[in-house]
């Protein structure tokens, strides 16, 4: 278990060292440009090490480990000026805490090399001999460009922010940091549940579980809505940049979320009723059976 954490912790080192590289030499001038270059040359260099050790989980981290050198890459560009510190210090504050802990919640789940994502093992039963090519494109490519529209609101808190601190970064403060606190205590639910042993086809109603199918993805939906709410605080011309948010939202809606509905319902035989009784992801009350 620890080589394979250790070996997870040299894959993003790689990788770290490839963004850098690409970065300093990219011919690309716009600072997205060049951290969507550097984002990409990173996803390849840790595809390498899920081709290498066969197993695509070594790009699961990658979501929670990006954004913070991304952010930070567009703070120190020396052409910023004008940036509120008190904003862009918030952001990059709950963007560390979201990350630390988004990041532990993996490391704690994941059993070392023998194991995998479930959903990696279905598109390899899928896929069949073309799955490294489908690992690359669907698993590690895709999702990465996908982050980085999601990121398009830190950027313009980094760098084109230049609306005082106000009342609705309060807001956003705290959206994003209630979309972290729900993202933790549904993950820490699970983690509890899982660890009770329960049932094959049983599944988790209680808790946060109880009001939400999915309370976890609710988080994550929260805090990259929070990030657009400081993005619309510190620049209003670039309110578009929603479509960051909505991408993210998007994705787990009709990509995320159908499959592990489905997984679930194979799986659990109880479970289509009480899909039927409760809420998706929005918080509701469910219904009596």
């Known amino acids: 278990m620890t080589r394979a954490r250790l070996l997870v912790v040299l894959a993003y080192g790689v990788a770290l060292a490839v963004a850098v590289g ?98 990696c093992v279905e598109l390899a039963h899928r896929t069949g001999a073309l799955y490294w090519p489908a690992s690359f494109f669907g698993i590690h490519l895709l999702p990465t460009v996908w982050l980085f529209v999601a990121l398009l609101p830190v950027y313009v808190v980094m760098a084109v922010g230049r609306e005082p601190f106000g009342y609705l970064d309060i807001v956003a403060f705290a959206v994003t940091l209630g979309g972290i606190l729900l993202e933790a205590r549904a993950d820490n639910e699970l983690l509890r549940y899982r660890a009770s042993h329960p049932a094959a086809d049983d599944f988790l109603a209680s808790g946060v579980w109880s009001w939400s199918r999915h309370p976890n993805y609710l988080g994550e939906m929260g805090f990259w809505l929070g990030l657009w709410l400081f993005a619309l605080a510190a620049n209003p011309g670039w309110w578009w940049t929603l479509v960051g948010p909505l991408a993210v939202i998007a994705m787990f809606r009709w990509v995320s979320l159908p499959w592990l509905e489905t997984r679930m319902a194979l799986r659990c035989p109880a479970y289509a009723d009480w899909a039927e009784r409760s809420s998706l992801v929005l918080p509701g009350r469910p219904r009596r059976g």
């Open 22 to 119: 690409i970065a300093v030499h990219t011919d690309a001038e716009h600072p997205i440009a060049i951290a969507l270059e550097a984002g990409l040359g990173a996803a390849a260099a840790v595809f390498a090490f899920s081709l290498v050790f066969r197993n695509s989980s070594f790009y699961d981290p990658y979501w929670s480990l990006a954004p913070l050198p991304v952010a930070l890459y567009w703070a120190q560009r020396p052409e910023i000026v004008g940036v509120n510190p008190i904003r862009l210090a918030l952001v990059v504050t709950l963007i560390v805490v979201w990350s630390v802990r988004f990041t532990w919640n993996w490391t704690r789940r994941w059993q070392g090399l023998g194991d995998e994502n479930w959903r």
